[in-house]
Nanobody
Framework: QVQLVESGGGLVQAGGSLRLSCAPS????????MGWYRQAPGKQRELVAT???????NYANSVKGRFTISRDNAKNTVYLQMNSLKPEDTAVYYC?????????WGQGTQVTVSS
């Protein structure tokens, strides 16, 4: 079973930046997509950004122009660079990996943006 290791969350002031990273703990074959979702208190989990193995990206409208997803294929690591953070970006951020036979979620990392 694939396990994902996330890092990079924390507390930042509005306008600041954070970078999240996520990598599987073992070998994973045929990764299709990697990406990030988030869940704020009282809200449903929502897509933030994803990247397919071929490099195609998909962003939530609310983060376009502020967040950038990137991937190191050699390390199977996905990053989320978050700039110009807003209080409404406060949430638990979850890494998501989809491979040829299934998928996995990370344990979540808290991002808190103070006003």
């Amino acid at each position: 079973q694939v396990q994902l290791v996330e890092s990079g969350g924390g507390l930042v002031q509005a306008g600041g930046s954070l970078r999240l990273s996520c990598a599987p703990s073992g070998t994973v074959f045929r990764i299709l997509t990697m990406g990030w979702y988030r869940q704020a208190p009282g809200k449903q989990r929502e897509l933030v950004a994803t990247m397919a193995s071929g490099g195609d990206t998909n962003y939530a409208n609310s983060v376009k122009g502020r967040f950038t997803i990137s991937r190191d294929n050699a390390k199977n690591t996905v990053y989320l660079q978050m700039n110009s953070l807003k209080p409404e970006d406060t949430a638990v951020y979850y890494c998501r990996l989809v491979h040829i036979t299934g998928g996995a979620w990370g344990q979540g990392t808290q991002v808190t943006v103070s006003s």
